[in-house]
């Protein structure tokens, strides 16, 4: 069969009109015959490009023909290749005719392994570009090149089994050469292929698109790994193992960070561990958990010196707490609440055996830092390590052999420690042992406390006063708070005070059993709420459910930190003719009648009869020694009526003028002092207590803003030790440079100058606070100092982390940004640290955000939701300035070339395609800062603000897993993604794949784009 040329170079005759489907059809049988006929006429490559491009003058492109396809099958027809057809195809491959999607997928449906000198030339052709893909089209022809390269990927690995296995059977034939030379051929393109990060990720994103081929790969690796199991030839054996180990972490490619083997100080772990012993010890273990797990992510902190920060921080903590109930909060945290928190990090850690072993080598550091431990056992009068050693090995967080080697070598260390205290301390039993001791009881009183109470009060009274005893309820209050009991153990003491407001029975007996019952569950939830916070004691609300009284009366007349209570308020008005039966009972018994009487009436009443009898008193109608047996009537016999009358004298000095507040302070003092009458009521002393330190925390604000002075009477242990720590006439910002520059010199925070930050926190305001500490870490121009600062400052921020990061970065960083004049403060090193501190926030906040804010945090004014939406507006309808700015680029050089991306708004970005909530504050700081980050990357104006960026981005690569859903980069639109490929610094696969969310297809086709231009 003959051709003539003439119809094919004459374009006007060639090829006829027809029906656009049949003219597809004729054109791919038409290109079979060009190329048979140039076969015949043995045109040269560039002769065959030129006459082929003439046939086909416009229309389709190659790849839609399937050029590659066609020219490998003519190529392929015979035992061995056509040199010439190949010669076309190879010409076609250089002079960009074909794309590499389309000849890979050519090559892959090669199959028959038997012809080696097809297979070789099929290799030879994949040698051309294997390690240089690249395409430049839309983005669908870019996962069609991933697609392509996994197809190739699979095709080689199919070829290498088959010649392994051609090896074999000519090794037991006695020919091995052939198969040999096929197989290391086969090997060297995989090999090539693969060791291209570049081409790892465009295979990491098709494993992603389609998961059916990627598992079939994973059959053909263990297929190829059995059949090479047994080659003799090591050379060829390591590079197949070599080979099967690249493919294997495609998967995982982003999953692998180096740790920081060159530290061994983490102030971060260390000020995290000292701020939730200190302030939070009722906080959520699991919030502390992935607290600190996210530290340990971002800073790539090895596990056992990750393990060791913790432990050494507790010991910090126990050395320096203030004695009292802060020793004891510190021995419970330690103790119980530590091991609770490393059971938790062993399940979230790879592997259980490594955790052991990783606590283990862990405390052989510890063992070294024998100062530490002497001075800690010193304090806490026994040897700390081994009662830790022993909660460690009951958790299952050492194995028993451990546990004894280490026990031994701290006791032969123990010998040469300094001389422990002198003989008068031997028989005082050490606290740590008072508090794991007291972990059991919690449980035993709970159950005590579900019983009727109706049945044996007397009996339940007994075991109430035996915890009033000397320092045994805040041990007991700290083993609950520290193993998460404290809010039922609360709960069941509101149950009891709720059940002994009122009795109707009554005899004498019975009346002062339910007076007892009442005024030591009164006191003790004053107590409890005082020293770990009022929310420990409110219960969740429940609609229509009735407030027990005690949570009515703290909400609305108790004085805290921060609250201010109105005398006025009707909770401090009831029924007059109740206040006028109670302000005779007071005046005219000789002492208070316990029968039918209805406690709660009378807290509520108290501070209304206190009105009348200071008015009185004001008057000259009652005398002195009147108001003194008032006030012993008060006080002789429940102690809850005078912190109720106290909590109202509180509120109501406040209001008073500086002459008018002389009797009012009087009758607290009288309150507060010894009772001059007898006291006929069990645990009165114990009471008297407890009563006193809850009068000095309520006064301690007025009386130091009335600057007056009441001696409450000593129990030698200071109540209140973090209480009024500023020095008196400096300003608060000098004191907060002051304060953080000695942090910083020192290298770590300490439980001092965290309750110093808070009350700075609390007195100027996050936007204050937030704003100069940024001062002062741009100020520092050395490196070291600047991590350092990195480090604390985080750490000082998570006293409040959620609004600081708003303030950070939805007014601060874009402050920073977009004020030229502001712009050479964001130079190395500083603008390093702030990018990094940025992150971090962010990253914190954003993880836990979801979660409830700490009880610590609850105390603060939380910033309007409203006030973000109307800084940052993001709905379509009122479109920020922001916004606004980045639509009016005139030459949007981020658009994406295909149909699909061309509609995508410079905004769109992967958490709308999510649908995050954006009324939620951070969300929308997030999704706006990084439009700014955005805006800047496409500017043509460079300066340290681009370097900002290029940081801020860099340590979000660093700190992330995955830039997927639940990252904050979700919220950066998909644009940027090629404006920071253009980054030198950031042109990199891994970060292509690190900040595109790889769970949607459109953030698919974003990565491929960006890796296959690389």
């Given at each position: 069969m003959?051709?003539?040329?003439?119809?094919?170079?004459?374009?006007?005759?060639?090829?006829p009109?027809?029906?656009?489907?049949?003219?597809?059809?004729?054109?791919?049988?038409?290109?079979?015959?060009?190329?048979?006929?140039?076969?015949k006429?043995?045109?040269?490559?560039?002769?065959?490009?030129?006459?082929?491009?003439?046939?086909?003058p416009k229309?389709?492109?190659?790849?839609?023909?399937?050029?590659?396809?066609?020219?490998?099958?003519?190529?392929?027809?015979?035992?061995?290749?056509?040199?010439?057809?190949?010669?076309?195809?190879?010409?076609?491959?250089?002079?960009?005719?074909?794309?590499?999607?389309?000849?890979?997928?050519?090559?892959?449906?090669?199959?028959?392994?038997?012809?080696?000198?097809?297979?070789?030339?099929?290799?030879?052709?994949?040698?051309?570009?294997?390690?240089?893909?690249?395409c430049?089209?839309?983005?669908?022809?870019?996962?069609?090149?991933?697609?392509?390269?996994?197809s190739?990927?699979?095709?080689?690995?199919?070829?290498?089994?088959?010649?392994?296995?051609?090896?074999?059977?000519?090794?037991?034939?006695?020919?091995?050469?052939?198969?040999?030379?096929?197989?290391?051929?086969?090997?060297?393109?995989?090999?090539k292929?693969?060791?291209?990060?570049?081409?790892?990720?465009?295979?990491?994103?098709?494993?992603l698109?389609?998961?059916?081929?990627?598992?079939?790969?994973?059959?053909?690796?263990?297929?190829?790994?059995?059949?090479?199991?047994?080659?003799?030839?090591?050379?060829?054996?390591?590079?197949?193992?070599?080979?099967?180990?690249?493919?294997?972490?495609?998967?995982?490619?982003?999953?692998v960070?180096?740790?920081?083997?060159?530290?061994?100080?983490?102030?971060?772990?260390?000020?995290?561990?000292?701020?939730?012993?200190?302030?939070?010890?009722?906080?959520?273990?699991?919030?502390?958990?992935?607290?600190?797990?996210?530290?340990?992510?971002?800073?790539?902190?090895?596990?056992p010196?990750?393990?060791?920060?913790?432990?050494?921080?507790?010991?910090?903590?126990?050395?320096?707490?203030?004695e009292?109930?802060?020793?004891?909060?510190?021995?419970?945290?330690?103790?119980?609440?530590?091991?609770?928190?490393?059971?938790?990090?062993?399940?979230?850690?790879?592997?259980?055996?490594?955790?052991?072993?990783?606590?283990?080598?862990?405390?052989?550091?510890?063992?070294?830092?024998?100062?530490?431990?002497?001075?800690?056992?010193?304090?806490?009068?026994?040897?700390?390590?081994?009662?830790?050693?022993?909660?460690?090995?009951k958790?299952?967080?050492?194995?028993?052999?451990?546990?004894?080697?280490?026990?031994?070598?701290?006791?032969?260390?123990?010998?040469?420690?300094?001389?422990?205290?002198?003989?008068?301390?031997?028989?005082?039993?050490?606290?740590?042992?008072?508090?794991?001791?007291?972990?059991?009881?919690?449980?035993?009183?709970?159950?005590?406390?579900?019983?009727?109470?109706?049945?044996?009060?007397?009996?339940?009274?007994?075991?109430l006063?035996?915890?009033?005893?000397?320092?045994?309820?805040?041990?007991?209050?700290?083993?609950a708070a520290?193993?998460?009991?404290?809010?039922?153990?609360?709960?069941?003491?509101?149950?009891?005070?709720?059940?002994?407001?009122?009795?109707?029975?009554?005899?004498?007996?019975?009346?002062?059993?339910?007076?007892?019952?009442?005024?030591?569950?009164?006191?003790?939830?004053?107590?409890?709420?005082?020293?770990?916070?009022?929310?420990?004691?409110?219960?969740?609300?429940?609609?229509?459910?009735?407030?027990?009284?005690?949570?009515?009366?703290?909400?609305?007349?108790?004085?805290?930190?921060?609250?201010?209570?109105?005398?006025?308020?009707?909770?401090?008005?009831?029924?007059?003719?109740?206040?006028?039966?109670?302000?005779?009972?007071?005046?005219?018994?000789?002492?208070?009648?316990?029968?039918?009487?209805?406690?709660?009436?009378?807290?509520?009443?108290?501070?209304?009869?206190?009105?009348?009898?200071?008015?009185?008193?004001?008057?000259?109608?009652?005398?002195?020694?009147?108001?003194?047996?008032?006030?012993?009537?008060?006080?002789?016999?429940?102690c809850?009526?005078?912190v109720?009358?106290?909590?109202?004298?509180?509120?109501?000095?406040?209001?008073?003028?500086?002459?008018?507040?002389?009797?009012?302070?009087?009758?607290?003092?009288?309150?507060?002092?010894?009772?001059?009458?007898?006291?006929?009521?069990?645990?009165?002393?114990?009471?008297?207590?407890?009563?006193?330190?809850?009068?000095?925390?309520?006064?301690?604000?007025?009386?130091?803003?009335?600057a007056?002075?009441?001696?409450?009477?000593?129990?030698?242990?200071?109540?209140?030790?973090?209480?009024?720590?500023?020095?008196?006439?400096?300003?608060?910002?000098?004191v907060?440079?002051?304060?953080?520059?000695?942090?910083?010199?020192?290298?770590?925070?300490?439980?001092?100058?965290?309750?110093?930050?808070?009350?700075?926190?609390?007195?100027?305001?996050?936007?204050?606070?937030?704003?100069?500490?940024?001062?002062?870490?741009?100020?520092?121009?050395?490196?070291?100092?600047?991590?350092?600062?990195?480090?604390?400052?985080?750490?000082?921020?998570?006293?409040?982390?959620?609004?600081?990061?708003?303030?950070?970065?939805?007014?601060?960083?874009?402050?920073?940004?977009?004020?030229?004049?502001?712009?050479?403060?964001?130079?190395?090193?500083?603008?390093?640290?702030?990018?990094?501190?940025?992150?971090?926030?962010?990253?914190?906040?954003?993880?836990?955000?979801?979660?409830?804010?700490?009880?610590?945090?609850?105390?603060?004014?939380?910033?309007?939701?409203?006030?973000?939406?109307?800084?940052?507006?993001?709905?379509?309808?009122q479109?920020?300035?922001?916004?606004?700015?980045?639509?009016?680029?005139?030459?949007?050089?981020?658009?994406?070339?295909?149909?699909?991306?061309?509609?995508?708004?410079?905004?769109?970005?992967?958490?709308?395609?999510?649908?995050?909530?954006?009324?939620?504050?951070?969300?929308?700081?997030?999704?706006?800062?990084?439009?700014?980050?955005?805006?800047?990357?496409?500017?043509?104006?460079?300066?340290?603000?681009?370097?900002?960026?290029?940081?801020?981005?860099?340590?979000?690569?660093?700190?992330l897993?995955?830039?997927?859903?639940?990252?904050?980069?979700?919220?950066?639109?998909?644009?940027?993604?090629?404006?920071?490929?253009?980054?030198s610094?950031?042109?990199?696969?891994?970060?292509?794949?690190?900040?595109t969310?790889?769970?949607?297809?459109?953030?698919?086709?974003?990565?491929?784009?960006?890796?296959?231009?690389?």
């Amino acid at each position: 069969m003959s051709f003539s040329l003439a119809p094919f170079l004459s374009p006007q005759s060639w090829p006829p009109p027809l029906p656009p489907a049949q003219s597809e059809i004729m054109k791919v049988v038409n290109l079979k015959q060009a190329i048979l006929q140039a076969w015949k006429e043995r045109w040269s490559d560039y002769q065959w490009a030129i006459n082929m491009k003439k046939f086909f003058p416009k229309g389709a492109t190659w790849d839609i023909l399937n050029l590659a396809d066609a020219l490998l099958e003519q190529a392929m027809i015979g035992p061995s290749p056509n040199p010439l057809i190949l010669s076309y195809l190879k010409y076609a491959i250089s002079s960009q005719m074909v794309s590499y999607s389309s000849v890979l997928t050519a090559i892959s449906k090669f199959d028959d392994f038997s012809r080696d000198l097809c297979v070789q030339a099929l290799l030879d052709i994949m040698d051309m570009f294997c390690d240089r893909l690249s395409c430049h089209g839309k983005a669908e022809e870019c996962i069609g090149l991933c697609r392509a390269l996994l197809s190739a990927l699979h095709w080689l690995l199919r070829c290498t089994a088959a010649s392994a296995e051609r090896l074999r059977e000519g090794l037991e034939a006695g020919t091995p050469a052939a198969g040999e030379k096929q197989l290391a051929m086969c090997l060297q393109r995989l090999e090539k292929t693969l060791s291209s990060t570049k081409n790892r990720a465009l295979l990491h994103i098709a494993k992603l698109e389609e998961a059916s081929s990627w598992t079939a790969i994973e059959h053909s690796l263990l297929k190829l790994g059995e059949i090479l199991a047994n080659l003799s030839n090591p050379q060829l054996r390591s590079q197949a193992e070599q080979c099967g180990t690249l493919i294997r972490s495609i998967p995982t490619m982003l999953s692998v960070h180096a740790e920081q083997m060159h530290k061994t100080g983490f102030p971060t772990v260390h000020a995290v561990i000292l701020l939730e012993g200190t302030m939070n010890l009722t906080g959520e273990t699991q919030s502390l958990v992935e607290q600190l797990t996210m530290v340990k992510r971002m800073q790539h902190i090895p596990t056992p010196l990750f393990v060791l920060e913790i432990w050494k921080a507790c010991f910090v903590g126990l050395i320096e707490s203030p004695e009292g109930t802060e020793e004891l909060k510190w021995t419970a945290f330690t103790f119980l609440k530590i091991p609770q928190v490393l059971v938790k990090l062993k399940k979230y850690s790879h592997g259980d055996k490594d955790f052991t072993e990783d606590v283990n080598c862990a405390f052989e550091f510890l063992l070294k830092l024998t100062p530490l431990l002497d001075k800690a056992d010193q304090r806490c009068n026994c040897d700390c390590t081994n009662f830790l050693l022993q909660e460690c090995g009951k958790q299952g967080l050492l194995s028993e052999a451990s546990v004894n080697n280490l026990m031994a070598k701290r006791k032969a260390d123990r010998e040469h420690a300094p001389q422990q205290k002198s003989g008068e301390n031997a028989n005082i039993q050490p606290n740590i042992q008072l508090i794991l001791r007291a972990e059991p009881t919690v449980t035993n009183i709970l159950k005590t406390m579900d019983a009727d109470h109706s049945k044996s009060p007397e009996g339940l009274l007994g075991v109430l006063g035996h915890m009033l005893s000397g320092k045994s309820l805040d041990l007991l209050l700290a083993a609950a708070a520290a193993t998460g009991k404290l809010k039922s153990f609360a709960r069941k003491f509101i149950n009891l005070n709720e059940f002994t407001t009122y009795g109707s029975e009554e005899s004498t007996k019975p009346a002062s059993v339910r007076a007892l019952l009442f005024d030591i569950s009164f006191l003790m939830l004053c107590h409890v709420a005082q020293t770990y916070g009022s929310e420990v004691i409110l219960s969740e609300s429940r609609t229509g459910a009735e407030v027990p009284f005690f949570e009515t009366w703290m909400q609305t007349c108790m004085p805290e930190e921060g609250k201010i209570l109105n005398p006025d308020h009707p909770c401090f008005r009831p029924d007059s003719t109740k206040v006028e039966s109670l302000v005779a009972l007071l005046n005219n018994s000789s002492e208070m009648k316990l029968v039918q009487m209805k406690w709660h009436e009378a807290c509520l009443s108290i501070s209304a009869a206190i009105l009348e009898i200071l008015n009185a008193w004001e008057n000259g109608v009652l005398a002195f020694e009147s108001i003194q047996k008032i006030t012993d009537n008060i006080k002789g016999k429940v102690c809850s009526l005078a912190v109720c009358a106290v909590a109202w004298l509180v509120a109501h000095v406040r209001m008073l003028g500086l002459d008018e507040r002389e009797k009012s302070l009087q009758m607290i003092r009288q309150l507060a002092g010894p009772l001059f009458s007898e006291n006929t009521l069990q645990f009165y002393n114990e009471r008297v207590v407890i009563m006193n330190s809850i009068l000095e925390r309520m006064c301690a604000d007025v009386l130091q803003q009335t600057a007056t002075q009441i001696k409450f009477p000593s129990t030698g242990v200071d109540t209140m030790p973090y209480w009024n720590l500023l020095p008196p006439k400096r300003p608060i910002k000098e004191v907060l440079t002051d304060i953080f520059a000695k942090v910083l010199e020192k290298g770590w925070v300490d439980s001092r100058s965290i309750h110093i930050f808070d009350t700075l926190l609390h007195m100027g305001g996050v936007y204050w606070f937030c704003n100069n500490l940024i001062k002062e870490l741009l100020k520092e121009t050395r490196k070291e100092h600047t991590l350092r600062a990195v480090e604390l400052l985080y750490s000082i921020f998570c006293l409040d982390m959620q609004q600081v990061t708003l303030v950070l970065l939805g007014h601060i960083l874009p402050g920073l940004l977009t004020d030229s004049s502001k712009w050479h403060s964001l130079m190395d090193p500083p603008g390093t640290a702030l990018a990094k501190l940025a992150v971090w926030c962010a990253l914190s906040s954003y993880s836990s955000h979801k979660g409830q804010a700490s009880t610590r945090q609850k105390k603060r004014h939380r910033e309007d939701i409203e006030d973000y939406i109307s800084l940052f507006p993001l709905d379509d309808v009122q479109p920020s300035k922001l916004m606004r700015l980045l639509s009016s680029n005139e030459d949007d050089a981020n658009i994406l070339s295909s149909p699909t991306d061309r509609s995508m708004s410079s905004s769109l970005s992967a958490s709308q395609l999510h649908t995050v909530n954006m009324r939620d504050p951070l969300n929308r700081v997030l999704a706006n800062l990084f439009l700014l980050i955005s805006s800047i990357l496409g500017s043509r104006t460079a300066g340290p603000h681009t370097q900002f960026v290029q940081w801020f981005m860099e340590e979000c690569v660093d700190c992330l897993e995955q830039g997927g859903r639940g990252s904050v980069l979700q919220f950066m639109p998909f644009t940027t993604v090629s404006e920071l490929v253009k980054v030198s610094a950031m042109s990199s696969p891994k970060v292509v794949l690190a900040i595109t969310d790889l769970s949607l297809p459109l953030g698919r086709q974003v990565a491929a784009k960006a890796i296959a231009a690389l």
